[in-house]
């Protein structure tokens, strides 16, 4: 049994510019940040399980309006919320996800519950919605999503045929997709990765976190992967698998690998954001692309660290 275990979270690599951010600002980031790092430490430190450890992480940041998922997701282009969530587990490559779905709190429990309650892998819109009903889950009222900072963020753009990323350069607000991976005491990893999406999306638009391969990916011979940014481009750049293949098929480290798909691959295609990974043996990267991206990690040899621009 290994006694080590890592844990890395994000909150999307769409900050606030520097000169936007305040130090209260950065106070109430930091502090939501730690609580969901505490969320998965509690349990890794325990000796409990990578899955349990993202889920819980990820739970927590959903719950925090500051971030794009769960409770803080963004306005789509008829004025609800539609969010994607997606769970990956290295040891058995079980995967579950959810897009397109409504009125729930913890997308990321939901994305767990295909996993391991369905056949499938991947449920949309009202199929989804009806899965989760099954499972008695509660279905929120509009009122406990609004913000109305977000709210502002749509009115900007409703009339309009433009829909915002949170790494967009236009907008003075930026939040972002959630996300965490965690290596636990048994040497198994895991990935997570929850979002609202982007501001006025419309036609059903689904970005790279509900996609196994693009945002989300863990398999145990490799890495965990959660990532957050342009989920077009990381959907055709198949970002997160691609990690794991250059690690896999090439023989990169971890290191080598997210930072060659970061700084070179997602570049080329026109794309921008960063992934947070972690490997078996511990290592944990959170290389980036943008001018930040709100992070954090902590590990069992008591090192621990939050995160903002860079360093
Ligand atoms: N990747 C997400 C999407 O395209 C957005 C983000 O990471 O903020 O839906």
Known sequence: ???????????????????????????????????????????????????DAVEAAVRV?????????GRGSVFTAEGTHQMDASIMEGRTRNAGAVSLITGIRNPISLARDVMEKSNHVFLAGDGAMHFAKTLGYT?????YFHNDLRHKQWLDLRDSEAFQLDHSDKKDSKFG????????????????????????????RVGDSPMIGA?????????????????????????????????????????????EVIQNRVLQLGGDGGLIAVDAQGNIVMPFNTEGMYRGF????GKSGISIYKD
Request: charged share 15%; glycine share 12%.
């Open 61 to 69: 940041l959903e719950d925090c309006p500051l971030f794009n998922a």
């Open 177 to 204: 997709t959630v996300g965490a991976v965690a290596c636990d005491v048994h040497g198994n990893l895991a990935a997570a990765t929850s979002t609202g999406g982007m501001t006025n999306k419309k036609w059903g």
């Open 298 to 301: 902590a590990t069992s040899s």
């Open 215 to 259: 945002g989300t990916y863990a398999n145990n011979v490799t890495c965990a992967i959660s990532c957050t940014g342009s989920g077009e481009f990381f959907i055709r750049g198949v970002v997160a698998y691609d990690v794991s293949c250059l690690m896999e098929y090439r023989g990169l480290s971890l290191a080598d690998a997210a930072s």
């Open 139 to 143: 279905i929120e009222e509009p009122t």
């Open 1 to 51: 049994m290994i006694k080590n275990f890592s844990l890395a979270i994000h909150g999307g690599a769409g900050t606030l510019l520097r000169g936007q951010m305040t130090p209260a600002k950065e106070q109430e980031y930091t502090a939501a940040l730690q609580h969901a790092l505490d969320a998965g430490h509690d349990i890794l430190s325990k000796a409990g399980s990578a899955l």
